[in-house]
């Protein structure tokens, strides 16, 4: 398996609070991609980063912002979550962007109530 | 609007046969297209990429086809096991460095 963890792999959380997840990579890959995955609408892309404090927004980027200091880790933070933030959040990591495979973490299972 | 399409029905096939998953896309223009496999409580794993001036291309028992004009793409497992029995993913370039995924269809393969 491709040396990706997220951690934590299971929050539970009150509305309003901030959230931070974090996304931890030793494989030296150049893109890194958040995503949550909910019932009936599959993989949505919320950001992504092409590099050392290089990112860009993806399909469903409101609510969320990351930060990418080193190569290694990408963070995803909700700033205030939401009842709606409630989902399954997976990392992924990439070589070279959209022309090659991506490798998936384990997920972060996110409850806000 | 861009939208991929996979059968939300879960597939149910016996073991020994072909199992041959569709997705379908509208507004698209990929340059690549791939294939993960998602077991519950994991993260996709990809399987296969095949690029747009590929019909075909395989790997063991799977085999992939990629009709541009149909804008269309068939994913087979040949001589299914029910360790086949996961849910499969098509995702696309919409451009840029980024993955569009399709829902997933779920693959059942019976003894």
């Known amino acids: 398996d491709a040396g990706i963890t997220q951690s934590p792999r299971h929050k539970v959380t009150e509305t309003g609070t901030p959230v931070t997840l974090r996304c931890h990579q030793t494989?030296?890959?150049?893109?890194m991609y958040w995503y949550r995955q909910d019932p009936g609408h599959g993989l949505r892309l919320i950001h992504y980063s092409y590099g050392v404090k290089d990112t860009d927004k993806g399909e469903v980027s409101d609510g969320y912002s990351v930060s990418r200091s080193k190569t290694e880790d990408f963070l995803l933070t909700l700033e205030s979550a939401t009842s709606s933030q409630t989902s399954v959040y997976f990392c992924?990591?990439?070589?070279?962007?959209?022309?090659?495979?991506?490798?998936f973490g384990p997920g972060t299972r996110l409850t806000v109530l | 609007s861009q939208k991929i399409e996979q059968n939300s029905e879960a597939l149910n096939i016996q073991e020994g046969k072909t199992a041959t998953l569709t997705c379908n896309y509208t507004n698209y223009s990929p340059a690549y297209l791939q294939w993960y496999r998602q077991d519950p409580g994991r993260g996709p794993v990809f399987l296969l990429l095949?690029?747009?001036?590929?019909k075909e291309k395989r790997k063991e028992r799977l085999k992939v086809t990629f009709d541009t004009t149909l804008k269309q793409s068939l994913f087979h497992i040949t001589a299914s096991q029910p360790a086949d029995s996961a849910t499969y993913l098509c995702a696309l370039t919409g451009g840029g460095n980024k993955l569009t995924f399709g829902t997933g269809t779920q693959l059942k393969v019976e003894l």
């Open positions: 095949i690029r747009e001036n590929e």
């Open positions: 992924a990591i990439s070589d070279a962007g959209s022309e090659n495979e991506q490798f």
């Open positions: 494989e030296n890959h150049r893109y």
